[in-house]
C-alpha cells in the first residue's frame, strides 16, 4: 500500500503550497543572481585567460555547454556548488594537461 504524504490535503491547498514553494524559490534566485553574476564572471575571466572553451568544460566535468554558459553568466543552475567544484577542478585538469604557464607559474585560484 502505497502513502501518500499529500493524500488529505485538497487540491487547493497543495496548489497554494506549491506556488508558496515556488514563490521561495523565486525569491532565493533574484538574491543569489548578483553573487552568481560576479562568481560566473571571475570563473570565465580564468577560463578565457587559460583559453578553455566552454565546450572543454563542458566535457571535462559532463555537463552541456548550455550549463556552463548559464553558470558563467550568473544564471540558475541545478547543483550549483557541484558545478563550481567541477569546473574549478576541470579549469586545473586542462592546465596541468597542457601545461600552461602564464608569467612563469600556474594560475593560482583563490576560491
Same mark, same amino acid.
Request: net charge positive; aromatic share 8%.
Given at each position: 500500500?502505497?502513502? *501518500?504524504?499529500?493524500?488529505?490535503?485538497?487540491?487547493?491547498?497543495?496548489?497554494?503550497?506549491?506556488?508558496?514553494?515556488?514563490?521561495?524559490? !523565486?525569491? *532565493?534566485?533574484?538574491? $543569489?543572481?548578483?553573487?552568481?553574476?560576479?562568481?560566473?564572471?571571475?570563473?570565465? *575571466?580564468?577560463?578565457?585567460?587559460? *583559453?578553455?572553451?566552454?565546450? +572543454?568544460?563542458?566535457? =571535462?566535468?559532463?555537463?552541456? @555547454?548550455? @550549463?556552463?554558459?548559464?553558470?558563467?553568466?550568473? $544564471?540558475?543552475?541545478?547543483?550549483? =556548488?557541484? !558545478?563550481?567544484?567541477?569546473?574549478? !577542478?576541470?579549469?586545473?585538469?586542462?592546465? =596541468? +594537461?597542457?601545461? @600552461?604557464?602564464? $608569467?612563469?607559474?600556474?594560475?593560482?585560484?583563490?576560491?
Amino acid at each position: 500500500m502505497k502513502i *501518500d504524504a499529500y493524500e488529505n490535503i485538497s487540491n487547493e491547498a497543495l496548489g497554494a503550497k506549491i506556488k508558496r514553494s515556488y514563490q521561495r524559490h !523565486l525569491e *532565493d534566485v533574484a538574491a $543569489k543572481t548578483a553573487i552568481w553574476q560576479q562568481e560566473g564572471q571571475e570563473y570565465r *575571466d580564468v577560463r578565457e585567460k587559460l *583559453d578553455i572553451t566552454q565546450k +572543454e568544460i563542458s566535457k =571535462n566535468i559532463g555537463a552541456c @555547454v548550455a @550549463v556552463v554558459s548559464k553558470f558563467e553568466h550568473g $544564471k540558475y543552475v541545478r547543483s550549483r =556548488n557541484m !558545478l563550481t567544484h567541477a569546473y574549478k !577542478l576541470a579549469m586545473e585538469h586542462i592546465q =596541468n +594537461e597542457r601545461n @600552461v604557464i602564464l $608569467k612563469g607559474e600556474k594560475v593560482e585560484w583563490n576560491r
